[in-house]
Antibody, heavy 122, light 106 residues
């Protein structure tokens, strides 16, 4: 059974840092692109980072330079280092497994974790 | 940047057909997928690659995508289908989500 379990969320002051983790099980972790997707309270979904199987990373402008995604395949783990946090980063953060069809690069997310809440407040 | 537009809300009577749209420039040239999210839960994939259903998703869920609009259709809507629905596509190496549609079954 595929499982994704996030941890590391909590309350952090503006300007502070936090590192999230996602423990994966039930599949060959190294074979999949992995994403972090966040959801502000009462708001929609927003992707915040992706790491490919080769370790390539991409970020939207909203977090570029502040967030760093990484993976440790030997530990089946995904990470998100978040720096210079502001109130706008307050959200539930999900890790998600991406499936990319062979014919087109368009991914979809077939498994999501339960999410971990990050609250940025003084 | 690419945008996907969904109606904020859709209402449907039990047993009727619900249609939720997702609009974007030349969306028909891209794959679209749909997620269902119930309160306090993580999103669940209900349609991928425009019209494919993952294992375990009821047949009443179907999808289409043409031109500038993708549509999620729920036939014989049940009370358990009340949830938020998000479309998602890919553009310029970026994942794009629609703003979400709250489906009310009343």
């Amino acid at each position: 059974e595929v499982q994704l379990v996030e941890s590391g969320g909590g309350l952090v002051q503006p300007g502070g840092s936090l590192k999230l983790s996602c423990a994966a099980s039930g599949f060959t972790f190294s074979n999949y692109d992995m994403y972090w997707v966040r959801q502000g309270i009462g708001k929609g979904l927003e992707w915040v980072s992706v790491i490919g199987t080769a370790g390539d990373t991409y970020y939207p402008d909203s977090v570029k330079g502040r967030f760093t995604i990484s993976r440790e395949n030997a530990k089946n783990s995904l990470y998100l280092q978040m720096n210079s946090l502001s109130a706008g980063d307050t959200a539930v953060y999900y890790c998600a497994r991406a499936v990319v069809p062979a014919a087109m690069p368009d991914p979809h997310f077939d498994y999501w974790g339960q999410g971990t809440l990050v609250t940025v407040s003084s | 940047s690419y945008e996907l537009t969904q109606p904020p809300s859709v209402s449907v009577s039990p047993g009727q057909t619900a249609s939720i749209t997702c609009s974007g420039d030349k969306l028909g040239d891209k794959y679209v997928c749909w997620y269902q999210q119930k309160p306090g839960q993580s999103p669940v994939l209900v349609i991928y690659q425009d019209n494919k259903r993952p294992s375990g998703i009821p047949e009443r869920f179907s999808g289409s995508n043409s031109g500038n609009t993708a549509t999620l259709t729920i036939s014989g809507t049940q009370a358990m289908d009340e949830a938020d629905y998000y479309c998602q596509a890919w553009d310029s190496s970026t994942v794009v989500f629609g703003g979400g549609t709250k489906l009310t079954v009343l």
